[in-house]
C-alpha cells in the first residue's frame, strides 16, 4: 500500500504541527507515508470562486505530484471534498480526464483510518474534556460525520460531550468569510456559544480553517476554550501528557 500525505496551504503555512501529527499517527499504526514535495494547493480556492480555468494547472500539478499513489490521506475534508469532486470539473472544464485520476484516491484522515485501515482504538490518550464540530465538506460532501466520534470515543482519558447544533456551519467557508463578513461573524458567534455552553475544555474539528475561525472568536470572548485538530489529539499519547 502506497500512501502519500496531502498536508495542505492551510496548515502547511499556519498549522505544520498539524501535519507532523498525521505522520506520527500513521507510522504509529505501521502506515509509512510519504510527504510529495511537489505537492502545492487542491485547486479549491479558484474552484470556489468560478476561476476554472486558472484552476487547470494547479489540478495539473497536483495529479503530478501525487500520481502513483493507491492512497492520499489529509487532515482535512474540505480539501478532500475538493479532490474527490472538484477535480472533475476541472478535468472536464481542460478536456483531459487525467486530472481527474488522483481525486478518488483522496481520504480524509478519519476516513482513512475507520473505512481503509478498519481502526478506531488509534492507542491515543488525551484527558480532557472535548467537544466535536463536524465542518461542512466532510459532513455534506463526504459524509464521515460518524467517523471522527468513533474515534475520539476510543481516545483514552478524553471526556467526549455533544455540540448543540453541531451539524450548523460556522460561518468561515473560506472566501464567504471575507465577502460576507458580517453574516460570516454572525454563524461563528453561534458557534462559540454552543462551544462554551458544553463546559468543554477544547474544539476539535477535522479542518484548521474552521478552527482558525472559531477560535479566534473565542479567543477574542476568552473563553478559555481551545482549539485542536483531530490529528493532534490522535497523536497523543500518554507520553505526551
Known sequence: MKVAVLVTCINDSLFPDTGKAVFRLLRRLGVDADFPEAQTCCGQPMVNTGYLDEAVPVVRAFAQA???????????GSCAGSARHQHGLVARRAGDPRLAESGPKVYELSEFLVDVLGVTDVAAYFPHRVTYHPTCHSLRMLGAADKPLRLLREVRGLDLVELPAAEECCGFGGTFAVKNAETSTAMGADKARHVRDTGAEVLVAGDNSCLLHIGGLLSRQRSGVRV???ADVLASTEEDA
Do not use: E, K, N, Q
Not at 66 to 76: E, K, L, Q
Open 66 to 76: 501525487f500520481a502513483g499513489y493507491d492512497y492520499i490521506v489529509t487532515p482535512s
Open 228 to 230: 485542536l485538530h483531530m
